[in-house]
């Protein structure tokens, strides 16, 4: 809900802003406003707290899952980037700072230093759904799709010019096999000649929360700074026991979730028409002893792969706040979005716990590698300071075994 503030603006202070606003074409309310989140975001990044573990970035933000996974093995993030404008609300109302929007405006060089770049970089050009759809309209995908499929290159310039330890990417399983493997191919090959050591794996979050979401996770570290020799693996500590679809529910539930008879008997027929043909497509009734399907951001639709049944009525949909409580958000996550817009967002999130758990073998490994690019810059100390004294106490000698002439 927003409350109002009421303002005293010296005359010149007045008229500056009243020219801007006709400049821009914005209100009055919306400049205020914008100013004092720039304002926000400037004290965040120029107050980084003494007892950060270490820094990160988070970019292609959404609403801050991958954020909450860092901060929990405590990363301090310096900067987000964000570009739409429902998910930049929701994560403002979480951590009080607007993400930066276009990041292909955004020059590198202003970015913070950091030693994690995360980012969990559109997905749609490589993702199953997004190929088919843009196929069917004759339309290009993965890096030939100039809108969103060479965003990973804005990765690629913020890493060569800022070089971070280390790195985080998430993105859909499908990202191995788009267009037979060259996708993925350019993209290993782009941080490899960065000169990062890149490590990948699919992982599924429902060892984490009851959904079956597979992801796969791309996480490199830098050679300039560590080496050659780095090893990384996936050593995941699943939740034991592992949640249910029961641990997610609310016992009380608005009867606005429950599906009209229309649609109900609209999902019915086209789930038996895929059926007589021989397909697999339709609704999913979840099992609360067991886990979901992976819940999508198309989910506000009609809520069709993931519907909880109920005794004496239609299904119905989970509710924004059970949504969260599937990708493993805390309870005390803020939605101030409208329900449309939160089963997007929620659609389009992590696994929270899932990241939370590879952020810990990150920043352990990151540990290790300090530590030993620590020791191996002392001994390098010691032996150059040994070679000094040698070499010094070599010239002394000869210098004493030469005979002087008067």
Known sequence: MAKQVHIRLDDAVYEALADYTEETSSSVQDSVSSAIIQFLKRQN??????????????????????RLAYESVG??????????????????????????????????????DHDVLVAGFPCQPFSIAGVSKKQSLGRATGFEDKTQGTLFFDICRILRKKRPKAFMLENVKNLCSHDRG?????????LDELDYEVFWQVLDGQNFVPQHRERILIIGFDR???????????????????????????????????????????????????????????????????????????????????????????????????????????????????????YRQFGNSVVVPLMSNVARLVHTKMIELDDRAE????????????????????????????????
């Open 45 to 66: 990044r120029e107050t980084v707290p003494a007892d950060v573990d270490f820094t990160f970035i988070d970019l292609f933000a959404g609403i801050g899952g991958m």
């Open 75 to 112: 990363g301090h993030c310096v900067y987000s980037n964000e570009w739409n404008k429902y998910s930049q609300q929701t994560y403002f109302a979480n951590f009080g700072e607007q993400p930066d929007g276009d990041i292909t405006k955004v020059d590198e060089s202003n970015i913070p």
């Open 182 to 190: 060259r996708t993925f191919k350019v993209i290993t090959e782009s």
């Open 224 to 342: 300039k700074r560590y080496g050659q020799d780095i090893s990384f693996y996936f050593d995941l500590t699943p939740v034991d026991p592992r949640p249910t679809i029961r641990d997610i529910l609310d016992p009380v539930v608005d009867d606005k979730y429950t599906l009209s008879d229309k649609l109900w008997n609209y999902l019915q027929g086209y789930a038996a028409k895929h059926r007589a043909a021989g397909n697999g497509f339709g609704y999913g009734i979840a099992d609360p002893d067991g886990v979901s399907r992976t819940l999508s951001a198309r989910y506000y639709k009609d809520g069709s792969e993931i519907l909880i049944a109920q005794k004496g009525k239609n299904p119905r949909r989970l509710t924004p706040r059970e949504c969260a409580r599937l990708q493993g958000f805390p309870e005390e996550f803020r939605i101030p979005v409208s329900d449309t817009q939160a």
């Open 375 to 406: 020791c191996d810059a002392i001994r390098a100390s010691k032996k150059a300071t040994a070679q000094n004294f040698h070499r010094s106490v070599s010239e002394t000698y000869i210098s004493d075994q030469v005979p002087t002439f008067a």
